[in-house]
């Protein structure tokens, strides 16, 4: 496995949209090293979810990792091509994200609380789950990833953003890479 660098925003990849991949190449050894090495990169950056344009590849994929249910469990990190969301509600939400491609920075984001994902897993099983709450953040903020889109684009009010270490000190969070906030 590798760890792969992580563009950064101003990288025109970054604001492009992401191809399909077919059920096909989702076999193929070179896509199943390319899913170990995202999730490898993203628990090393550290962070909570990845996207492939933020490592240079053009294909709808993304990988993304909560904590288990019960405590002590092993996280375990998942992979999805083609997703596709659907909001449950109207309802939007607003908590704290970061991004590995713009390092540093906070902000309020609004987000749909609960979603329907559909896309296929890793052995390109259809995937057709209700995901809710801080995982359904990340799935969010992981999606637009492949639309092109950054967190930045979703705020409402930009007066929120903070750099991380004022964002600690005057604001009293903490940073929490596998907890609260979302940094992919
Ligand atoms: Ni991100």
Same mark, same amino acid.
């Given at each position: 496995m590798a760890i @792969?660098?992580? @563009?950064r925003? &101003?990288h025109?990849s /970054?604001? $492009? *949209?992401?191809? *399909?991949?077919?059920?096909?190449e989702?076999a193929a050894?070179? !896509?199943?090293?390319? =899913?170990d090495?995202?999730i490898? +990169?993203?628990?090393?950056a *550290?962070?909570v979810?990845?996207a492939?344009?933020?490592? &240079? ?6 990988v993304?990792?909560?904590?288990a249910? #019960?405590?002590?469990?092993?996280a375990t990190?998942?992979?999805i091509?083609n997703?596709?969301?659907e909001? $449950?509600?109207?309802e939007? =939400?607003y908590?704290w $994200?970061?991004c590995l491609? =713009?390092? $540093? @920075?906070?902000g309020?984001v609004?987000?749909?609380p609960?979603i329907?994902l559909?896309? /296929?897993d890793?052995?390109? +099983?259809?995937i057709?789950a209700i995901? #809710?709450?801080?995982?359904a953040? =990340?799935?969010q903020?992981?999606?637009?990833h492949l639309?092109?889109v950054?967190f930045l684009?979703? !705020?409402?009010? @930009? ?6 270490e004022?964002?600690e000190?005057y604001? &009293?969070r +903490?940073e929490e890479?596998s907890?609260k906030n979302?940094?992919g």
């Amino acid at each position: 496995m590798a760890i @792969l660098d992580i @563009l950064r925003l &101003g990288h025109p990849s /970054l604001r $492009e *949209p992401a191809r *399909p991949v077919d059920a096909g190449e989702l076999a193929a050894p070179e !896509m199943q090293s390319l =899913i170990d090495d995202m999730i490898e +990169t993203m628990r090393a950056a *550290p962070g909570v979810g990845l996207a492939a344009p933020q490592v &240079g590849r053009d294909l709808q994929l993304f990988v993304w990792e909560v904590e288990a249910a #019960e405590p002590g469990a092993p996280a375990t990190a998942r992979a999805i091509a083609n997703p596709m969301i659907e909001p $449950e509600s109207g309802e939007l =939400i607003y908590d704290w $994200e970061g991004c590995l491609s =713009i390092p $540093e @920075l906070r902000g309020l984001v609004p987000r749909h609380p609960a979603i329907r994902l559909h896309g /296929l897993d890793r052995d390109g +099983t259809p995937i057709d789950a209700i995901v #809710e709450g801080f995982e359904a953040r =990340i799935v969010q903020h992981e999606n637009d990833h492949l639309n092109g889109v950054v967190f930045l684009d979703r !705020m409402r009010d @930009l007066r929120s953003l903070a750099f991380r270490e004022e964002w600690e000190r005057y604001l &009293g969070r +903490t940073e929490e890479p596998s907890g609260k906030n979302v940094v992919g």
